[in-house]
């Protein structure tokens, strides 16, 4: 049983590692011809002081949102980091267009628990998709065959 849950642990892992590349290719591109071109730190300003990671963090809570409420499993608290982050993305896309002063240490703090929670959000999310739930017919049949048995 033991292993079992490992695998789907490690399942899990890995959906979280393909989604999380595929969502991010955007920014790894970006990353790539930022470091070939005008070097590392222009890319890490521009990049989290336009709520990039913000807006992935969004796309993943919501999607294990969707997979956690088919599981029957709702989350008021994700609800809430749902909202929270939306409005801080407003907010920054606000300040930016009015070229206002945005503060990038909160900025930054903002996106990395935001990405902390959306990974750990979309990991359990990966890990109850994987879950199977009992072959009750099986249970059953063997529930059956046991009872034969002992009565014969």
């Not at 809570?61 to 980091?81: F, P, Q, R, W």
């Not at 935001?114 to 099986?138: C, E, K, N, T, V």
Request: with cysteine.
């Amino acid at each position: 049983m033991e292993n079992t849950k490992k695998k789907y642990w490690l399942n899990a892992g890995k959906d979280l590692l393909t989604i999380i590349f595929f969502t991010t290719l955007p920014t790894i591109v970006s990353f790539i011809l930022a470091v070939a071109t005008s070097g590392l730190s222009s890319f890490w300003s521009t990049c989290y002081s336009s709520g990039e990671f913000i807006l992935y963090s969004v796309a993943l809570l919501s999607s294990s949102y969707i997979l956690l409420s088919t599981y029957k499993i709702h989350s008021i608290g994700l609800i809430i980091v749902l909202i929270v982050l939306s409005i801080c993305y407003a907010a920054t896309f606000f300040l930016i267009s009015h070229k206002d002063h945005i503060n990038r240490i909160f900025l930054l703090l903002v996106s990395g628990i935001g990405m902390f929670i959306a990974f750990s959000y979309s990991l359990y999310s990966q890990y109850m998709q994987h879950l199977r739930s009992p072959d009750i017919g099986a249970q059953r049949k063997e529930e059956q065959n046991q009872i034969e048995k002992e009565l014969s």
